[in-house]
């Protein structure tokens, strides 16, 4: 499904792979993606322009074709254009049976990952999938991408136990249990920790996209205040 090509354009599909939950193609000029989460991995290739991202509230960007960006299941993230041509972007959502979630806290930290081999074997896999997944068992399934990341992961530093995936839960419930006689909207909510409400929305349109059942994707650009 295509948004609006003035301002974007979008695919977005559910593979018959095991371990990608969906495949997502964009080409952004204008639009930021407010903070929010997902229940998998995200591992994403630019084929072109700039990107400007936090992960877990620290930021970082990533330009060219060279480089990989792995952000964890759980932990938020936001993302926006940086230049006038915005970026073209290729995704894969793989699921705990490709990455573990006790891995998460390692890529916190470092979520962009420089290695060309990776970049070209991801880049191998679009392509598979672009033809149905038939071709995927013969040229590049998802098992050659997992060696490779784990071969990253375990060469970086790990975070606390669960610090990462599990730090939205428990400031959730502490800011809950500060206010607990006079309530706290979700507006409010939001701001304290550092999320926006319309994320998940936003988590849940993109699932719609390759089932067809959202008809018109909401126009991008950078998210009203509400």
Not at 92 to 113: K, N
Not at 150 to 155: I, N, S, V
């Amino acid at each position: 499904m295509t948004g609006d090509r003035s301002r974007a354009s979008i695919s977005a599909w559910k593979p018959q792979v095991p371990g990608i939950s969906e495949v997502f193609h964009a080409h952004f000029t204008d639009h930021a993606y407010p903070a929010h989460t997902h229940d998998t991995w995200d591992l994403m290739i630019l084929d072109d322009g700039s990107v400007d991202f936090a992960l877990d509230r620290r930021r970082h960007g990533a330009t060219g074709d060279s480089c990989v960006l792995l952000l964890p299941p759980g932990v938020p993230h936001d993302g926006r254009t940086v230049t006038a041509s915005g970026f073209r972007k290729r995704n894969l959502y793989l699921d705990v049976s490709v990455l573990p979630q006790r891995l998460a806290g390692r890529a916190v930290d470092t979520p962009v990952l420089k290695d060309r081999l990776l970049r070209h074997r991801i880049h191998q896999l679009h392509a598979a999938l672009a033809y149905g997944g038939r071709r995927v068992g013969g040229r590049v399934p998802p098992v050659v991408l997992q060696e490779r990341l784990h071969f990253h992961l375990a060469a970086l530093r790990p975070g606390g136990p669960g610090r990462a995936a599990h730090r939205p839960a428990t400031e959730s419930r502490d800011v809950l249990d500060s206010r607990t006689r006079v309530g706290m909207s979700l507006r409010e909510a939001a701001a304290v920790l550092h999320a926006h409400p319309t994320g998940k929305r936003i988590d849940q349109a993109r699932e719609l996209l390759p089932s067809g059942h959202l008809k018109a994707f909401p126009r991008a650009g950078r998210p009203r205040r509400t």
